[in-house]
């Protein structure tokens, strides 16, 4: 069992910056893949961001240039830096775990982020 923690939403003027962060603990041991998804108001889940311990960082067409990921193993933390924000980055963001050999995936109970003047 993993449990994420998500913080740092909140409402931000367009082209303004936030960080989102989400704390893992559980069997932190069993995670080999750490992601962002993103869930407007009528819309369906979007994956925004992925980090895995074997491949380069992943982000969607939508956010490439403005998003970076990071991933801090020894704190068991992954980090979403958001530049340039627009209105439609307006969503709940979700953290997500995804563990070894079972490829289950885990989340957390997301963070709303408002991007509005």
């Known amino acids: 069992q993993v449990q994420l923690v998500e913080s740092g939403g909140g409402l931000v003027q367009p082209g303004g910056s936030l960080r989102l962060s989400c704390v893992a603990s559980?069997?932190?041991?069993?995670?080999?893949?750490m992601s962002w998804y993103r869930q407007a108001p009528g819309e369906e889940r979007e994956l925004v961001a992925s980090?895995?311990?074997?491949?380069?960082?992943y982000f969607s067409d939508s956010v490439k240039g403005r998003f970076t990921i990071s991933r801090d193993d020894d704190k068991n933390t992954v980090s979403l830096q958001m530049n340039s924000l627009i209105p439609e980055d307006t969503a709940v963001y979700y953290c997500?775990?995804?563990?070894?050999?079972?490829?289950?995936?885990?989340w957390g109970k997301g963070t709303l982020v408002t991007v509005s003047s």
């Open positions: 997500n775990a995804r563990v070894q050999p079972s490829h289950m995936d885990y």
């Open positions: 559980g069997d932190v041991s069993s995670i080999y893949a």
């Open positions: 980090i895995s311990s074997t491949t380069g960082p």
